[in-house]
């Protein structure tokens, strides 16, 4: 049974003293809200360890529960946070009463931020052409003292022998602490998965679609949409040919498997 500690709040709930997972679908979603995932990145950081963060939906989700070797990446990460507000519900009907939507474009400039702080250097990889100067010069101009240690768009094939082992010198060359992977899921859990190895950086952040949202490139739903679960509906008005399979499928399937294995709350991976 996880435990929890009986000193400190978070929102009103107690805030477990271990990092907890909750167990939805075999998929273990970390059980923290915004600000201890923050806390707990900044940490992992200053403690000068290694690994990498999913940033996970119901969509992503699914998919890891159909393919083994993605849920193993989601599952020993170092956090895979809930990026979707049915994975809170999920997570809060399981008894982790604290947890909060935690989604990529919002951890970003938080993590920015802290980095920014701390001095800490981060790496973009990832976007069309151009996303990713974009995406910086408009966090230049909201984040004071923000460090970028380097960026690049790869492109879209499989790399070469050669090209790999640039890539990772670059990267390492560049003294970043973090490196943000905007790839695009699997395909970035599958490159944190691939390289951490290789790489000197202390985390690997997969944050998919946010490259774009902050190089102003997709807008973002009203904040009113999402603080109450409604930025499927916002995002699916966008784009309603690329995403209506993904959402007239997804959603039932999720919920029929909810009411067959019920989330639990877990010890961490």
Sequence with gaps: MVSTAHSGLDGGFKVPSSDPRVDILGIRISAVNMSQALGRLVRHISGGHRGYVCVTDVNALLHARRD?????????????????????????????????????????????????????????????????????????????????????????????????????????????????????????????????????????VGVGGAFDMHAGRVSRAPFWMQRNGLEWAYRFSQEPRRLWKRYTRNVPVFALALCRRAPKLVESA
């Excluded at 052409?129 to 910086?136: C, D, K, N, T």
């Excluded at 768009?153 to 070469?160: G, K, V």
């Excluded at 390492?172 to 602490?177: I, K, L, R």
């Design 68 to 204: 083994p070797e993605l849920r193993r990446i989601f599952n020993t990460s170092t956090m895979t946070v809930p990026d979707g507000v049915p994975l809170v519900w999920a997570g809060k009907s399981a008894g982790a009463d604290w947890m909060g939507r935690v989604c990529g474009p919002d951890l970003m400039p938080a993590l920015l931020k802290a980095a920014a702080e701390h001095g800490w250097a981060s790496y973009f990889l990832g976007g069309a052409p151009r996303v990713a100067e974009e995406m910086i010069e408009n966090f230049k101009r909201t984040i004071p003292g923000l460090k970028v240690a380097g960026y690049q768009s790869p492109p879209f094939r499989e790399l070469t022998p050669d090209e790999e082992t640039a890539m990772v010198r670059e990267i390492n060359d560049s003294g970043a602490q973090i490196v943000w992977v905007g790839l695009g899921a699997p395909k970035q859990e599958s490159w944190m998965d691939r390289y951490r190895g290789r790489l000197t950086a202390s985390l690997l």
